[in-house]
C-alpha cells in the first residue's frame, strides 16, 4: 500500500468499503460458516476509517473543486440513506413477530447493523467538514436548494404516510392482525428515511442541474 | 434551479479586474465557487445583498454587474 499514490489509495480502500458494504446485506443468507456479515460489518467501518486518512492526504483535484460541498453533501446523503433503507427492507420480517423490539434478538441485530451504518455516515460527513475547514460550505444558494428539496421531501413523506393509512383503513380484520406493532413502527421509520432520501435526492439533482448547464 | 430573467457580467469584469479567479471573488462575497459558476451561467439570480457585495468586489456599481429584462 505504501508505494500507491495517495488517490489510488483512497480508490483502494473506498473498493474495500463497497465489499464490506455487500458482505454486510448479503452475508446473512449465505449458506457458510463464516459470520460473513459481521466480517462486512467490521471491513466496512475499517475500510471507511482507512478511506479518510487516505483522503486527507489527497490533494483537492479540479474535479473535487467543481463540485460544491453541499453536492458531496447531498451525494454521500442519497448512498447512506439509501443503504440504510436496502438494509431496513432486507431485514423488514425481523419486525413481523408480536414481540416487542427490545424483547427481540433479530431486532436488535437489524438495529446495530442500521445503527453502524448512521454513524459512519456521520463520521464521513464529519471528516469531509474537517477537510473543508476555512471554506465557505453553504451559501444563500445552498439554502435555496436545501429549501426546494426540502419541500419535495416533505412532500414525498405525506405521500407515503398516505399510503400507509389507506393501506391500514382498507385492509381486512385478518390481514392486519399480521402486521405486528414493531413492523408498524418500522413502516412509520421508513417512512421518514424515504422522505429524508428523496430531500437528498431532489438536492443532489439540482446542484448536478445547475453544474451540468454552468459546464 | 432555472435559468433567470437577470444577465450579468461577472465573466467580463472579473477579466477586467486583473483576471480575478472564479475563486478569489467568491472569497471576497463569502459565497461558494459554484455559486459563482452558476452565477456566470445565468443560472442563479442572486440576493440584493450578495449583487451588492459582488459590485464591491469587481469595485463597479450594480448596474454595472446585472442587467434584468422584463418578462414579455
Redesign the interface.
Known sequence: MAALSARNRLVLWLLAAGVGLALFFTGEYRDLELPLGWIGTVLFVAATWFSVDALYRVPQSEEE???????WQAWIGVAFVGAIIGASLLQADVFLPQVPIGQNPATNKAGQSIGTLFVAWLVLAHVLKQRWAG????????T??ELIASQWGRGATAFCIIGIAVLLGFSDTDRLREFSYPFIAQMLMLTLLWGLWFDQLVAAL??W???R??G | MSGTTISNDIRRLRFARGEMTQQALADACSVTRQTIIALEAGRYAPSLELGFRIADALGVRIEDVFQWSKPQ
Open positions: 473543486a467543481a463540485v460544491a460541498p453541499g453536492e471554506k465557505v460550505l453553504a451559501d444563500e444558494r445552498d435555496r436548494i439540482l446542484y442541474r445547475d453544474r448547464a454552468a
